[in-house]
């Protein structure tokens, strides 16, 4: 079968998938972890996930995020994306130490 078939094929299909009632498209999708970063004087949030997300939304465009973290955990710099959150007993965690040599 020649190529345009396929293509033509993919862009019907998810046309049409993407235009059902009920249905959330997004423009830009992210599945990943976010973090609670332990730092020397506490924790923040942190993760490829929470700094892919906020910089997208800051480009304009309608995120998702399917990560899994504890439910009292604070998301607040994460507003305006919508969370699809598996729900954890814990957060991940990971600590942070700066040295002269870089971050360990």
Known sequence: MPVFFYLDFAIRYNSTMNLRPGKTTF???IVGHITR???YDGFRLGGI???SAITARRMGLKVG???SYYEN???EPLEGIQIYNVK???TTTLRKVYT???RE
């Open 49 to 51: 996930a929470i700094y």
């Open 27 to 29: 423009d830009y999708l």
């Open 37 to 39: 970063d332990v730092i």
């Open 65 to 67: 995020l399917v990560t």
């Open 73 to 75: 955990y604070s998301i």
């Open 100 to 102: 002269p040599f870089g």
């Open 88 to 90: 954890s007993e814990r």
